[in-house]
């Protein structure tokens, strides 16, 4: 079946540091990825979409790669600070309508 | 803001009941999504509509039901309700119906804040 599985459900770190979180899936080959930030108790915001013929994409602070021979993203956030705590969630097109299906997220907290 | 809106934000009701959970999209956006996440869990795809019309349907239970308004306007039906149906039920809109296969650059998905459900 079609998998989506983020690396680790909670990743510390400290501030200053890059962020590094996993998107992994199983039995797909999406035509884009795109990652997503939820705080508590919000809704999910979009942060960047990266193509299947895109190796690597930059907005400001993070950067998306997509390998679709190892079938995964990996989302990085550089020189992290504490407003970057939350929740990120990784997301593709699964199933036979292609909905939009969301990895469970991995909760990030960078500690002063 | 994400320009779409949910209501009500908080929603408190007993077993069995039946409750409507509204959402407006943002303008010009012809999908809604509804998704549910309960406590702990992940973002469970419910329906998606694009144009008034169902396209795609997940996990969604036949308690459950929705449509889209012809000015685009979603409402999720919950019937019966029973004690785990309590979560967060958010909506989401798009430009574009994701799923398909839809290559355009404005894909993303723009969220609500949600309608938190709770059931005693």
């Known amino acids: 079946s079609q998998k989506i599985e983020q690396n680790s459900e909670a990743l510390n770190i400290q501030e200053g540091k890059t962020a590094t979180l996993t998107c992994n899936y199983t039995n797909y080959s999406p035509a884009y990825l795109q990652w997503y930030r939820q705080d508590p108790g919000r809704g999910p915001v979009f942060l960047l979409l990266?193509?299947?013929?895109?190796k690597e994409k930059r907005k400001e602070r993070l950067k998306v790669t997509f390998d679709t021979t190892l079938k995964q993203s990996l989302f990085h956030i550089t020189a992290s600070q504490p407003a970057d705590s939350a929740t990120y969630l990784c997301a593709l097109e699964v199933g036979s309508a292609r909905q939009l299906t969301f990895g469970s997220g991995t909760q990030l907290t960078v500690l002063p | 803001d994400s320009g779409v809106t949910q209501t009500p934000k908080h929603l408190i009701t007993a077993t069995g009941q039946r409750v409507t959970l509204r959402c407006s999209p943002r303008?010009?956006?012809?999908?809604v999504y509804w998704y549910q996440q309960s406590l702990d869990q992940g973002l469970q795809f419910l329906i998606q509509?694009?144009?008034?019309?169902?396209?795609a349907k997940g996990n969604i239970l036949e308690r459950f039901s929705a449509q889209q308004f012809p000015d685009l306007h979603s409402e999720l039906n919950l019937s019966s309700l029973e004690l785990g149906d309590s979560a967060l039920y958010f909506c989401a809109s798009s430009v574009n119906p994701i799923g398909g296969g839809g290559l355009a650059g404005n894909t993303e998905a723009f969220f609500g804040q949600g309608t938190r459900l709770t059931v005693v």
């Open positions: 990266i193509r299947e013929n895109e």
């Open positions: 303008s010009g956006d012809l999908s």
């Open positions: 509509y694009y144009n008034g019309e169902e396209r």
